[in-house]
T-cell receptor, first 113, second 114 residues
Framework: KAGVTQTPRYLIKTRGQQVTLSCSPI?????VSWYQQTPGQGLQFLFE???????NKGNFPGRFSGRQFSNSRSEMNVSTLELGDSALYLC????????????FGPGTRLTVL | GNSVTQMEGPVTLSEEAFLTINCTYT??????LFWYVQYPGEGLQLLLK?????DKGSNKGFEATYRKETTSFHLEKGSVQVSDSAVYFC?????????????FGKGTKLTVNP
C-alpha cells in the first residue's frame, strides 16, 4: 500500500506571495492532519480534516487554511507569506484498519525569502 | 492543556550502548502515547505506541511502557546501532470532539558512533 505523498517536496517563495501544498493520504484513510515543524517551535498542529470537513484547528492565523476533497486528498494554503512561515509542513493520514495511528508523509520544505 | 516533556538532547552514544530517552506527559484522561522517529530529510515514522496504562510498545528493539502513576513513557533500547541515529519524538493523542491531534515533545537527537 502506498504511503502518504506530499507535493512539492521543496518550495521557495518570497514574502507576500501565497502557496498551496498538496497531500495524498494512504488509500482508505479519511482523516488528514497538517503539522508545521520549525527548529524553534517544534511540531505544531495546524488542522485536521475528515470527510471534507475541518474538525479541528490549531492556533495559527487565518492566513493558514486548508481543504479536503471527496477522494480524501487535502491541500493547505498559506497567503501573504512571512519569513516566519519557513518550515517543514507535514501531512499525516489515519483511519481504516490503522485506527487512530497517524502516518506521515515526507513533508514539504517551504523557504520564504 | 495537554503537553509532553522529553529530555533535551543531543544524546551521543557508542554502538551497542544502552539508550534511554525520558518522556513525561500532562493530560486529562488517558491518551494514547507514541514514539516517532525522524531521519534526516524525511518525515516522521511511527516507532511504537501504547494505548492504555501498563501497555508496552515495542519495535525494532525499542521499548516503552505506559506508566500512569508516573505519567511517563520512556524509550529504551538495549544495544543501539549507528543506523539508529535520528531525532526521536514522544507524542500523545489529544481528542476533542471526535478529532484527534498529536501533541509532540521537542524531540531528542541521537547520534550513535561506531
Amino acid at each position: 500500500k502506498a504511503g502518504v505523498t506530499q507535493t512539492p517536496r521543496y518550495l521557495i517563495k518570497t514574502r507576500g506571495q501565497q502557496v498551496t501544498l498538496s497531500c495524498s493520504p494512504i488509500s482508505g484513510h479519511r482523516s488528514v492532519s497538517w503539522y508545521q515543524q520549525t527548529p524553534g517551535q517544534g511540531l505544531q498542529f495546524l488542522f485536521e480534516y475528515f470527510s471534507e470537513t475541518q474538525r479541528n484547528k490549531g492556533n495559527f492565523p487565518g492566513r493558514f487554511s486548508g481543504r479536503q476533497f471527496s477522494n480524501s486528498r487535502s491541500e493547505m494554503n498559506v497567503s501573504t507569506l512571512e519569513l516566519g512561515d519557513s518550515a517543514l509542513y507535514l501531512c499525516a493520514s489515519s483511519g481504516g484498519a490503522s485506527g487512530n495511528v497517524q502516518f506521515f508523509g515526507p513533508g514539504t520544505r517551504l523557504t520564504v525569502l | 492543556g495537554n503537553s509532553v516533556t522529553q529530555m533535551e538532547g543531543p544524546v551521543t552514544l557508542s554502538e551497542e550502548a544502552f539508550l534511554t530517552i525520558n518522556c513525561t506527559y500532562t493530560a486529562t484522561g488517558y491518551p494514547s502515547l507514541f514514539w516517532y522517529v525522524q531521519y534526516p530529510g524525511e518525515g516522521l515514522q511511527l516507532l511504537l505506541k501504547a494505548t492504555k496504562a501498563d501497555d508496552k510498545g515495542s519495535n525494532k528493539g525499542f521499548e516503552a511502557t505506559y506508566r500512569k502513576e508516573t505519567t511517563s513513557f520512556h524509550l529504551e533500547k538495549g544495544s543501539v546501532q549507528v543506523s539508529d541515529s535520528a531525532v526521536y519524538f514522544c507524542a500523545l493523542s489529544d481528542i476533542q470532539g471526535g478529532s484527534e491531534k498529536l501533541v509532540f515533545g521537542k524531540g531528542t537527537k541521537l547520534t550513535v558512533n561506531p
